[in-house]
T-cell receptor, first 115, second 110 residues
Framework: DAGVIQSPRHEVTEMGQEVTLRCKPISGHDYLFWYRQTMMRGLELLIYFNNNVPIDDSGMPEDRFSAKMPNASFSTLKIQPSEPRDSAVYFC?????????????FGNGTRLTVT | DAKTTQPNSMESNEEEPVHLPCNHSTISGTDYIHWYRQLPSQGPEYVIHGLTSNVNNRMASLAIAEDRKSSTLILHRATLRDAAVYYCIRGSGNTGKLIFGQGTTLQVKP
């Protein structure tokens, strides 16, 4: 079990550029979550999917943010255009929802810096 | 709104037990109590969860008050590798959706 895999580990980009973060959940897991972590706001849930369908995107901060899950083994979080305030660590997590209160398994995150 | 209250920080000595408290006075009857921890430069890691009864696993024990308004995570013998931020979270239903608060930063002194 390779765990949740996120790429890239670090991303540095200039304001206005498009940024795409990638996540491969654990095989067989049917829930996928995107979180963002900053010193000021802690860990925030942005959006989550069940069986590749977005269920709750109320945490997505603005229309500049979009997330997709084209299949069970891949998800992307895109920011277009990026702004310095988007600098944060972005975590992806997955879980097996058929088991009540199944633990979330987190990736090691993508550290995004927007200059 | 995380709906749980934890101390900002705690200290412990290595090889001694640690009791990390959490207040969740408005918890509903179906909310589970989850604990995660986050080591430096890593994603959060599941520790334990429970509903009403005390729970034990290889990492820790979870003691839940009889009225379920509070709980305590117990690390039986702290090691330096247990230094982390510990999050107490209320989880509702089967969605797996968890809202993290600020957590407790645990320092372990040798």
């Amino acid at each position: 079990d390779a765990g949740v895999i996120q790429s890239p580990r670090h991303e540095v980009t200039e304001m206005g550029q498009e940024v795409t973060l990638r996540c491969k959940p654990i095989s067989g897991h049917d829930y996928l979550f995107w979180y963002r972590q900053t010193m000021m706001r802690g860990l925030e849930l942005l959006i989550y999917f069940n069986n590749n369908v977005p269920i709750d995107d109320s945490g997505m901060p603005e229309d500049r943010f979009s997330a997709k899950m084209p299949n069970a083994s891949f998800s992307t979080l895109k920011i277009q255009p990026s702004e310095p305030r988007d600098s944060a660590v972005y975590f992806c997590a997955s879980s097996l929802g058929t088991k009540p209160n199944s633990p979330l398994h987190f990736g090691n995150g993508t550290r995004l810096t927007v200059t | 709104d995380a709906k749980t209250t934890q101390p900002n920080s705690m200290e412990s000595n290595e090889e001694e037990p640690v009791h990390l408290p959490c207040n969740h006075s408005t918890i509903s009857g179906t909310d589970y109590i989850h604990w995660y921890r986050q080591l430096p430069s890593q994603g959060p890691e599941y520790v334990i969860h429970g509903l009403t009864s005390n729970v034990n696993n290889r990492m820790a024990s979870l003691a839940i008050a009889e009225d379920r308004k509070s709980s305590t995570l117990i690390l039986h013998r702290a090691t330096l590798r247990d230094a982390a931020v510990y999050y107490c979270i209320r989880g509702s239903g089967n969605t797996g959706k968890l809202i993290f608060g600020q957590g407790t930063t645990l320092q372990v002194k040798p």
